[in-house]
């Protein structure tokens, strides 16, 4: 079994906050935490179970009434358990007392988003990171803003990178032997995503386009959000292309990366940028395997970029740091790949090269963000396919990639 970088989080808000949600997609080993967690003494309750889940939406007060440490598996299938949970907990505020689970983003649904507000944290659990399957304690982000980063004692490059990239984070994927094996578990993956999931949280017309849909996203992953190509794809508006990014969003097959900006910036491109979650999935999408993408390695600079973006949220719930990502253009197409601020505003920029080499030239996003920061910018890096950390100026380094797990 894994050690999750979450779970020392959610003891720490058990301990003091009636309810804690943990929120992922399916099948990223919340259900396998909650069930250890709950070894001490909790009463586990999923609504999986189709009687139960029956029982719950039938009559959420009496559902709730009389449970006390408990855990409910999947919330978002019965999501006015909720307003059940606020009235029990207003009435006796002991910290611990709920455990709950959702493979939605349950705060975005109508009603929720207020009624546990001051009673309830959440956390977030996605797939695990590299780190975490190699057992290891990463520091990459204080390294970071320390402008201190370390060279990694055995880094992962060339045809084995593309092999992690490839393998992603889901426990079951990575479980499975061969790629084949791993592929047809992605593609059973999302058509329960897409079929299931989505529809405990919205009604959803052209149900049947959104494989569809869904691949053409996986198409533009590490690129500029286009509602309006989106939508266009299975014929329906601007609109409903962007409310069907949002769908995806809240059962976390995809993320959309907003831009960083500052009103003394007249000419920065202010529109999001879209990843996919997990990078396995994201290559099962496209149908890339490790022989495509070793006979054309221009299909892995997307995969390697939604990868390390991935990555660094993971790493967030690792980190004692508080940490708000973004993404950074300029209207001279001078990018960064991830912006992270920090909460006393200091900021860090990550570009991402699939390349086991790095020119001046792959510093023109970083030079023109630490311009636009001033004595805002701490540090800036290259994460690139090689060995060896290259310093590149004042607050600019090229460094392996195996930093971000080392």
Known sequence: MFKRFIERRAEEALSDTPVVLIVGPRRAGKTTLVKKMGEAGRTYITLDDQTVLEAARSDPAGFIRGLDRAIIDEIQRAPDLLLAIKK??????????????????????PRVADSLAGRMETLEMLPLAR??????????LE????????????????????HSVLLGGF???????????????????????????????????KLTELPKFVRLLAEHSSQLVNYSQ???????????GQRYVGLLEQVFLIATLQPWFTNALKRIVKTPKLHFLDSGLL???RGLTFDRVKADRGTFGALLESFVFSEVLKLTTASD?????????????REVDIVLERDDGMIAGIEVKASATVKSGDFAGLRALAEACGDRFAFGTV????TDIVPFGDRLAAAPLSCLWS
């Not at 029990?88 to 939605?104: C, H, M, N």
């Not at 780190?131 to 520091?139: F, L, N, Q, S, V």
């Not at 479980?175 to 578990?185: C, F, I, P, T």
């Not at 989106?230 to 508006?237: H, L, M, R």
């Open 230 to 240: 989106f939508g266009a794809s299975i014929n329906v508006s601007h609109k409903t």
């Open 131 to 140: 780190a975490e399957i190699e057992g290891r304690t990463p520091t990459f």
């Open 283 to 285: 290559a099962s999408t």
């Open 321 to 333: 740091l508080r940490l708000t990502p973004y993404h950074f253009r300029d209207r001279d197409m």
């Open 88 to 109: 029990t907990v207003d009435e006796d505020y002991r910290p611990g007392r709920f455990l709950l689970t959702g493979s939605a983003n349950v705060l975005t649904l």
């Open 171 to 205: 426990p079951e994927a990575i479980a499975r032997e061969s790629e084949r094996r791993r592929q047809d578990w992605a593609r059973s993956y999302l058509t329960s995503v897409l079929t299931r999931d989505l529809r405990d949280i919205a009604e959803v017309e």
């Open 383 to 386: 994460l690139y396919d090689s």
């Open 143 to 162: 390294r970071l803003f320390g402008g201190k980063l370390q060279k990694p004692s055995k880094a992962i490059v060339g045809d084995d990178l593309v």
